[in-house]
């Protein structure tokens, strides 16, 4: 009889050791389930802001010039952009450049909001509100411009690159 309560006591802790593996195992899953979740939460949070940081810089290169430096900020347009968009732009640069010059055009830009409309690994549309304080000849006390902006951008060789832009407003 002796050895018969050995065996139940035994057997209660292989029981036990089994449910203890077995608790560590389902433990040690969700433990990496959540690790991974977390990090995929981060990487597509840091892509938000990556995407926003791009759309705000070309915004603001997009409303900032000063015919001083004009072949400086429309380089900045030129760094941000990609596709049709750039050759568009580049194609216009001398024509604009001469525009901004006869007109002595100054424009100082701020971004005030911007915000994602949708994103996914290659693309994003972003839709951007912009205020400028613009001086020329025709203005050389300034005025005040606001411009709501939807900018396409494409994810190129590891960046955000503005693909197209519309004034939406």
Known sequence: MAARGTDGVRGGIRLLSAGLVAATVLTTVLCVWLGWKLSDQRAAEQRRQD????????????????????????????????????????????QLTRLVAQNKSVSDGQVLEAGIVRYDGRSARVLVVADSEVTNTAAPEGQ???????????????????????FVG
Do not use: C, M, P
Request: no cysteine; aromatic share 12%; net charge neutral.
């Open 51 to 94: 995407i926003l940081a791009a759309a705000r810089q070309s915004a603001l290169s997009f409303t900032s010039l000063d015919y001083r430096h004009y072949d400086r900020d429309s380089a900045n347009v030129l760094a941000n952009a990609t596709g049709e968009f750039k050759k568009e732009f580049a194609s216009q640069t001398e």
């Open 144 to 166: 005040a411009r606001t411009y709501r902006l939807q900018l396409d951008l494409a994810y190129v060789a590891g960046r955000w690159l503005t693909s197209d832009v519309v």
